[in-house]
Each structure stands twice: as structure tokens, then as C-alpha cells.
């Protein structure tokens, strides 16, 4: 079936650090790709979404780009904030969302 | 901007006891979906819902648990007799179209604790 793999966390970073989170997924089609954050105490919030091969979702300074010849979906930022530590999920669609399990991002001043 | 609700926060109940989540989805949404996330794991589908009755469902929706969406707002799920492997935090979410196509909005979850 699909799945997501999702680099294994926690990830701590000084403010203004360049940031990467891992995603690789694996699918039968071409899904649709997503990043969701998680701030503590709320629920999901999408960050980004790609719909088909090469196209790259950017928000809030976060990009990532839907590589089809690596099955990949990597999370970038080049600056980040305090305010960026969040849980972060890579998922793909499959009519239902499949996730992965979900980076911890702690960005200390 | 609208948002998907959910209440409770936080449920606390005895096993073997019923439960009800409830959330309220964005208006002109017409798909739903449960998902739970036992602590520290990942976010794992239950169920979606279009058309007043269940399209998909996973292998943790058993006979225990139904959905239901009694009043052409409220979505609820039920589970009968709650089991201590019950306890996560409960995710409500709904679409305008397909998750390929439109994204999915989360409720802020409701956290259910089985005792």
C-alpha cells in the first residue's frame, strides 16, 4: 500500500538556521503531496501542497518540491524562527491523507 | 476564515463505557474524515464519509466504532465499548472535493483517555 517515510526527529536548529526535513513516499499513480504542521496544543494546519510532478508549494517561507524521479518531498527553509517550532507531517493523498510519522522542529533563539 | 470544530477537548472515560466525539465540519464541505494519533505515533486514518454514508474505512474502524452525521452538520463518531488502546487524540477533518484535489481542514482534536 502507500506510505510515507519521514525523517526521524527531534531536529533542533538556532534561530536563522537553514532547515531540511527528509520525505520519500511510496505510491502507486501520483498522488497529491502535502506538509502539515502541528503547533503545540492545536490540530493540523497544511503548510504546502504539490499536485504533480516538479511543481513546488511554498508558504510562509517553507518549499518543497515534488520529485517524482526520487519519490521525494523535502521540506526546506532557509531561515527559520522560534516561532517555527512545531511537529511537522509529510502526507500524500489517497483519497485519504496517509502521514508519516511526524518531525519534531524545536528552533532555539 | 471557517474552521472545522471539535468538542470535547478532552474526554475522559472508563472502559468499556460509550463515547461520542463530535465535530462540526466547514460548511460547503462534502467529504469527512476521522483520523486518531495514539502518543507519539503517527496519524493513521479511521474513516472518511461522503453522501451520508462511509467510502473508505482502515482496519482499526471495527464494529465498535460507527459515524454518523445526524443533522446535516454535526459529524459525530461513536465508539460503544471503549478499550484502553482507545486513548489518542481524535482528529475531525473535511474537504470540498477529494484529498488529491482540495485539502483536508483539521479540527483542533479532541483527546480521549480511556481509564
Known amino acids: 500500500g502507500n506510505s510515507v517515510t519521514q525523517m526521524e526527529g527531534p531536529v533542533t536548529l538556532s534561530e536563522e538556521a537553514f532547515l531540511t526535513i527528509n520525505c520519500t513516499y511510496t505510491?502507486?499513480?501520483?498522488?497529491?503531496l502535502f506538509w502539515y504542521v502541528q503547533y503545540p496544543g492545536e490540530g493540523l494546519q497544511l503548510l504546502l501542497k504539490?499536485?504533480?510532478?516538479?511543481d513546488k508549494g511554498s508558504n510562509k517561507g517553507f518549499e518543497a518540491t515534488y520529485r517524482k524521479e526520487t519519490t521525494s518531498f523535502h521540506l526546506e527553509k532557509g531561515s527559520v524562527q522560534v516561532s517555527d517550532s512545531a511537529v511537522y507531517f509529510c502526507a500524500l493523498s489517497d483519497l485519504k491523507l496517509v502521514f508519516g510519522k511526524g518531525t519534531k522542529l524545536t528552533v532555539n533563539p | 476564515e471557517p474552521e472545522v470544530t471539535q468538542t470535547p477537548s478532552h474526554q475522559v472515560t472508563q472502559m468499556g463505557q460509550e463515547v461520542i466525539l463530535r465535530c462540526v465540519p466547514i460548511?460547503?464541505?462534502?467529504?469527512f474524515y476521522w483520523y486518531r494519533q495514539i502518543l507519539g505515533q503517527k496519524v493513521e486514518f479511521l474513516v472518511s464519509f461522503y453522501n451520508n454514508e462511509i467510502s473508505e474505512k482502515s482496519e482499526i474502524f471495527d464494529d465498535q466504532f460507527s459515524v454518523e452525521r445526524p443533522d446535516g452538520s454535526n459529524f459525530t463518531l461513536k465508539i460503544r465499548s471503549t478499550k484502553l488502546e482507545d486513548s489518542a487524540m481524535y482528529f475531525c477533518?473535511?474537504?470540498?472535493?477529494?484529498?488529491?484535489?482540495?485539502?483536508?481542514?483539521f479540527g483542533d482534536g479532541t483527546r480521549l483517555s480511556i481509564l
Open positions: 505510491a502507486t499513480g501520483y498522488p497529491s
Open positions: 460548511s460547503n464541505h462534502l467529504y
Open positions: 477533518a473535511s474537504s470540498s472535493d477529494t484529498a488529491g484535489n482540495q485539502p483536508q481542514h
Open positions: 504539490a499536485t504533480k510532478a516538479d
